[in-house]
């Protein structure tokens, strides 16, 4: 099995509809991520958690929300989706610690989202 | 002016050929990260380092701290090298991403 497993894979949606994209990880890490990525463009940071209690808004948490169910667990969903949340979406860990300032990364394979 | 900066955007070469992709940071960082994206697919963690160099396989990736530069260098490319690789770097605790370069191995 995969270290970070994300669902649904692909999912194509319409304009004002509710999605949930899930993230689980056999890591045991804290750290968890989630990023969208656009054709030509950088991965850009939706929302970060530290561990269950601690959930931060990255650059563009505008228009989705998350929760962090358990320390496996993180899901990102789109209240009402709209076009331009058309995108790549990874999930992502770290075992960053204090100790090490730095930790290795983990992604999901990635959840590709339509909305039309 | 972007906190991290890849060079070139866009690579295409021949099979065989030594590759350099550079990043260049403007900010503090505790570490370098390498990743790897293949067309459609998930991104993969080739390198984290802080200082020096590290080799696995044909991959080789330098970081030069008071220049504030990475290079990833690989040798005898091969078509299946073909992907975007990314740099990230840690500063303040936090992830900073470059935009990534796309590189394309001619058979």
Excluded at chain 1, 49 to 55: G, H, L
Excluded at chain 2, 80 to 99: H, K, M
Aim: hydrophobic letters at 35%; proline letters at 3%; glycine letters at 8%.
């Amino acid at each position: 099995d995969a270290d970070v497993t994300q669902t649904p894979r692909n999912r194509i949606t319409k304009t004002g509809k509710r999605i949930m994209l899930e993230c689980s990880q056999t890591k045991g890490h804290d750290r968890m991520y989630w990023y969208r990525q656009d054709p030509g463009l950088g991965l850009r940071l939706i929302y970060y958690s530290f561990d269950v209690k601690d959930i931060n808004k990255g650059e563009i948490s505008d228009g989705y929300s998350v929760s962090r169910q358990a320390q496996a667990k993180f899901s990102l969903s789109l209240e009402s989706a709209i076009p331009n949340q058309t995108a790549l979406y990874f999930c992502a860990t770290s075992d960053w610690t204090f100790s090490k300032n730095t930790g290795e990364l983990f992604f999901g394979e990635g959840s590709r989202l339509t909305v039309l | 002016k972007n906190e991290v900066e890849q060079s070139p955007q866009n690579l295409t070469a021949q099979e065989g050929e030594f590759i350099t992709i550079n990043c260049s940071y403007s900010v503090g960082i505790s570490a370098l990260h390498w990743l790897q994206q293949h067309p459609g697919g998930g991104i993969v963690s080739l390198f984290m380092l802080s200082s020096g160099k590290k080799k696995h396989g044909r991959l080789i990736a330098t970081i030069n701290i008071q220049e504030k530069h990475s290079s990833l260098h690989i040798t005898a490319s091969h078509p299946r090298d073909s992907a975007v690789y990314i740099c990230a770097l840690y500063s303040n605790y936090q992830l900073i991403w470059g935009a990534g370069t796309k590189l394309i191995i001619k058979p």
